[in-house]
C-alpha cells in the first residue's frame, strides 16, 4: 500500500517542463528526508532528488541542473520541477520518504507516475 500520492506526470515534447507533486495524506514527514527517484526502462532506479528538513538539497547527476526540487511543509507536499526534458528522462517517477542516500532505499513510496518524454 502507498503511502505517498504522486501527481503531475505526463507526456510532454522535448524541451519541455513539468512539475511533479506529492503529498503525504495522514502523514507528517517534514523531518524527513524526501524526494523522488526515478526508473527507465531497462534500467536501474535512481535518484533524482531530495531534500532534508533543513532545506539541504541533493541531486543526482542524470537531471543536475534542469531539475529543482522544493516542498511546502504547511500543505505536507514536496515538488519536482524538471525542465528542458530530454527523451531520456522518460521513466516512472516515484516519490519517497525517508530516504537514505547511500543505500538509495527509502521507507515510505508513493505508486508512481509516468513521465513520457517525446522527440
Known amino acids: 500500500q502507498a503511502q505517498l500520492e504522486e501527481s503531475g506526470g505526463g507526456l510532454v515534447q522535448a524541451g519541455g517542463s513539468l512539475r511533479l507533486s506529492c503529498a503525504a495524506p495522514g502523514r507528517t514527514l517534514s523531518n524527513r528526508n524526501r524526494g523522488w527517484f526515478r526508473q527507465a526502462p531497462g534500467k536501474e532506479r535512481e535518484i533524482v532528488a531530495t531534500?532534508?528538513?533543513?532545506?539541504?538539497?541533493y541531486y543526482g547527476d542524470s537531471m543536475k541542473g534542469r531539475v529543482t526540487i522544493s516542498s511546502d511543509n504547511a500543505k505536507n507536499t514536496v515538488y519536482l520541477q524538471m525542465n528542458n526534458l530530454k527523451p531520456e528522462d522518460t521513466g516512472v517517477y516515484y516519490c519517497a520518504a525517508d530516504i537514505q542516500v547511500a543505500s538509495m532505499s527509502a521507507k515510505y513510496w508513493g505508486r508512481g507516475t509516468q513521465v513520457t518524454v517525446a522527440s
Open positions: 531534500i532534508g528538513w533543513r532545506d539541504t538539497r
